[in-house]
């Protein structure tokens, strides 16, 4: 059973696309998350999301929307995508609210690439 | 200075050694420390949780020094199989929430 899934694994898009990438937990958890990895590896947080309400929204370009439908679902749909979009984006979830002594549960990440 | 600051390395080390390195974080109102491991091309994994008090988990020892805002990660008798990236994360709770990750340290194992 897999804990945190997304789909899908791989996107390859030209710039100037839209394009949707799904989160699923079923851990029962409350909050949810999607980070950003560039190529240089560092790890950043974009948004959370914990019961369906928007807690953490990082200073990202508008063209990045994130949709929670339940708290076990949290979707990002990404408009007009550019270069430096491409990168590994990974979704997790945690039981509690960020920072609290919680595991964060990753899933295995989507990679990008715009063309 | 960036909020939490790592040595990306490659720190090399022989199997069998023991191995060191430090996060430090910039905010003193930061509440809550881990340390994930990473392999390549995989999704980050809770290493551990950092107390205050210090915690141990088999061959891996964590800290926290409040006063010089670091923390700390100590790994005993190293095995090939903890070459990995092992990434600190920093909490923040203030008006907002804030997970602040460092840059990763990468460890190679060498035989």
């Known amino acids: 059973d897999t804990a945190v899934s997304q789909t899908p694994k791989y996107l390859v898009t030209q710039m100037g696309n839209d394009k949707s990438i799904k989160c699923e937990q079923n851990?029962?958890?409350?909050?949810m998350y999607w980070y950003k990895q560039d190529s240089k590896k560092f790890l950043k947080i974009m948004f959370s999301?914990?019961?369906?309400?928007?807690?953490i929204n990082e200073t990202v370009p508008n063209r990045f929307s994130p949709k929670s439908p339940d708290k076990a679902h949290l979707n990002l749909h990404i408009n007009s995508l550019e270069l430096g979009d491409s990168a590994v984006y990974f979704c997790?979830?945690?039981?509690?609210?960020?920072?609290?002594?919680?595991?964060?549960?990753f899933g295995p990440g989507t990679r990008l690439t715009v063309l | 200075r960036k909020e939490v600051e790592q040595d990306p390395g490659p720190f090399n080390v022989p199997e069998g050694a023991t191995v060191a390195f430090n996060c430090t974080y910039s905010?003193?109102?930061?509440?809550?420390f881990f340390w994930y491991r990473q392999d390549c091309r995989k999704e980050p994994k809770l290493l551990m949780s950092?107390?205050?008090?210090?915690n141990e988990d088999g061959r891996f020892t964590a800290q926290l020094n409040r006063a010089s805002q670091y923390i700390s990660l100590l790994i005993r008798d190293s095995k090939l199989s903890d070459s990995a990236t092992y990434l600190c994360?920093?909490?923040?709770?203030?008006?907002?929430?804030?997970?602040?990750w460092g840059a990763g340290t990468k460890l190679i194992i060498k035989p």
């Open positions: 997790a979830s945690s039981q509690d609210l960020p920072g609290v002594r919680d595991t964060q549960y």
């Open positions: 851990l029962g958890h409350d909050t």
């Open positions: 999301y914990n019961n369906k309400e928007l807690i």
């Open positions: 994360v920093v909490s923040v709770m203030d008006s907002n929430y804030q997970l602040i």
């Open positions: 905010n003193s109102a930061s509440q809550s």
């Open positions: 950092v107390y205050s008090s210090g």
